[in-house]
């Protein structure tokens, strides 16, 4: 059976409605902040991921933003910008950046709906896991290269292979 199955059919619902049911389905922590924007907490195997979804019908866009706190020693921001360079060249949506101000590592991808576009629940799903498999697999190299001393090139090689596993 597919995930749209259990959903309602109506190109009229609210993306963030959608999500909120998703996330209802899937037993996620979720907070709906406003009418336009919802926070949930998933559980991946390195850590709990916070993450929030917000629709501008100014732009048809459904934007993710998944973070995690991260506090690497000053001495090896510049290794972690140079890993998250290396990173966002293996990724094919969506990009990380290190915010330094709120100590956070950030994953970032916008789903485009121009049109009057409708979203489909299958579409959230994967915007989604796809925000938490590439935090779950790039997890390990930013460590080793904000903790472990290690080179870029050395920390990525613990993320050749895609993870896999459930958002």
């Known amino acids: 059976m597919s995930l749209s199955e259990d959903f309602p059919h109506s190109e009229d619902l609210h993306p963030i409605d959608?999500?909120?049911?998703?996330?209802e389905h899937r037993d996620w922590e979720f907070d709906r902040v406003t009418d336009d924007q919802i926070a949930m907490a998933v559980v991946?195997?390195?850590?709990?991921?916070?993450?929030?979804?917000?629709?501008?019908?100014?732009?048809?866009?459904l934007r993710l933003i998944c973070t995690f706190e991260m506090e690497p020693p000053e001495d090896r921001l510049p290794a972690?910008?140079?890993?998250?360079?290396?990173?966002?060249?293996?990724c094919w949506a969506g990009a990380f950046t290190y915010w330094h101000d709120q100590?956070?590592?950030?994953?970032?991808?916008?789903?485009?709906?121009?049109?009057g576009q409708p979203v489909a629940a299958e579409q959230v799903d994967r915007l989604i896991r796809t925000a938490v498999s590439?935090?779950?697999?790039?997890?390990?190299?930013?460590?080793?290269?904000?903790?472990?001393?290690?080179?870029?090139?050395d920390a990525l090689q613990v993320a050749i292979a895609e993870a896999y596993g459930r958002a």
């Not at 709990?48 to 501008?56: D, E, G, N």
């Not at 972690?80 to 293996?90: F, K, P, R, S, W």
């Not at 956070?104 to 485009?112: A, E, F, I, P, S």
């Open 18 to 23: 959608i999500v909120e049911t998703l996330a």
């Open 44 to 61: 991946g195997q390195w850590r709990t991921y916070a993450i929030t979804l917000a629709w501008s019908g100014h732009d048809e866009m």
């Open 80 to 90: 972690l910008y140079e890993t998250l360079n290396a990173t966002n060249d293996m």
């Open 103 to 115: 100590r956070l590592m950030v994953w970032r991808h916008g789903l485009m709906l121009a049109g």
């Open 134 to 153: 590439a935090s779950e697999r790039f997890y390990p190299a930013f460590q080793l290269v904000a903790w472990g001393d290690r080179s870029p090139a």
